[in-house]
Structure formats: C-alpha cells, structure tokens
C-alpha cells in the first residue's frame, strides 16, 4: 500500500528564516510527486511535479527535491504570504494519487 | 477564464436528508474527481471518473453516489447512509486519466457541508 508521511505537522518561522518541509513515501513503482498549496478554506494549488530521484524545481522562493525515499520543499527567505498548508502526494503502481496530511506553514512578520 | 466551479460553497443538512454538491469544469478535462478531507487527515478519494458515463469507487464510497453524463459535470450525492458526512469536499479534474500520465489536478474551490 503506498503511503506518505508529511513532517512536521506544523512550522512557524520568522519572515526570512529558510528551512525545509519533508514528504517521506512508500510506493510501488513512483510514477510522479506532486506538492500543492492550499490556503485556508480553499482547494489545493498545484506547485510542483517530480518524477525521479535527483530531479529539482524551482518557483519563487520554492525549491522542490526528490531522493528515493523522500521529498523536500525548501522555503528560502520565506514571506508572511507563504502562509499556507503545503501538501504532498504521491501516484505509485496503483496509479491513484496518495495524499499526505500537509504541513501547516505559518510566517510571522 | 477555465477552472473548476463548486456549488453551493456551504450547505447545512439534517440527518436523514439527501444533498448533491455540484461540480462543473470548462477546462475539456477527460478525469474528474471527488475528495473528502477532514482536519488532521489527507485528502481521501470517493469516487472517480476516467471517462464520460464511466465512474469508480475510490478509497471511502460508501454513502455516496454520483454520475458523469456529461463530460464537465460530476455531481456528488450524500446520502443518508453516510455516517458522518460532515467535511469539507473538493472536487478536482485532470486532463486525462491516471494512466496516461496527465496527472496534475486542477481543483475546485470546496463545498463545506454540516450536518445539523
């Protein structure tokens, strides 16, 4: 069964504090990684695809990475509207997409 | 603009009542799809459609319909069998289905239902 860990649960920095949010996954066979953003009372947002181990992305101030086992996004010199739960997801040999349970980002000013 | 209209964006029912929370897409996507998320938990598939007039079960079904008549719309039913319907649903579309690798969802702004 595929499966995908999220963590931490929730982040709060500081304006311009960098770090990273992790997407630990099983699956069988990876076809593709996705992060989206989702702002409260709203639906996702598509950010990013990976597809294999050592492939990277760029947005702004958003960097996505993908090892074998995990993903990270890295936020460099967040802004307060980077606020948002950022989830991942994963689609494996079953084909239907697997979701994480998100991290909550929040940057205070 | 193309994308992805949900209605009604809040809706109250009572127990024992049906309600269909409409999803409609302009973006001449093939896949259309219905999620559940509830707070602390990811998003939980219920149903799928790859194709127009063709639909699957996904990961928590039971006590909901739906259809695919037509290819922008995908209507959700919950129905009085679901025992805690209460959660915010979104709706989302892809340009084809699993498969083929067109896998980017494009989502729908979520209906909020509570249960009285």
């Known amino acids: 069964e595929d499966q995908v860990t999220q963590s931490p649960e929730a982040l709060r920095l500081q304006e311009g504090e960098s770090s990273s949010l992790n997407c630990s996954y099983t699956?069988?066979?990876?076809?593709?990684l996705f992060w989206y953003r989702q702002d409260p009372g709203k639906g996702p947002e598509f950010l990013f695809t990976l597809y294999s181990a050592g492939e990277e992305k760029e947005k702004e101030r958003l960097k996505a990475t993908l090892t074998k086992k995990e993903s990270f996004l890295h936020i460099t010199a967040p802004k307060p509207e980077d606020s948002a739960t950022y989830l991942c997801a994963v689609q494996g040999g079953s084909e239907k997409l697997v979701f994480g349970k998100g991290t909550k980002l929040t940057v205070n000013p | 603009d193309g994308g992805i209209t949900q209605s009604p964006k809040y809706l109250f029912r009572k127990e024992g009542q049906n309600v269909t929370l409409s999803c409609e897409q302009n973006l001449n996507h093939d896949a259309m799809y219905w999620y559940r998320q509830d707070p602390g938990q990811g998003l939980r598939l219920i149903y799928y459609s790859q194709i127009v007039n063709d639909f699957q079960k996904g990961d928590i079904a039971e006590g909901y319909s739906v259809s695919r008549e037509k290819k922008e719309s995908f209507p959700l039913t919950v129905t009085s069998a679901q025992k805690n319907p209460t959660a915010f649903y979104l709706c989302?579309?892809?340009?084809?289905?699993?498969?083929?690798?067109?896998?980017?969802?494009?989502f729908g702004a979520g209906s909020r239902l509570t249960v009285l």
């Open positions: 699956v069988s066979g990876l076809r593709g």
């Open positions: 989302a579309s892809s340009p084809g289905p699993w498969r083929s690798g067109a896998n980017v969802l494009t």
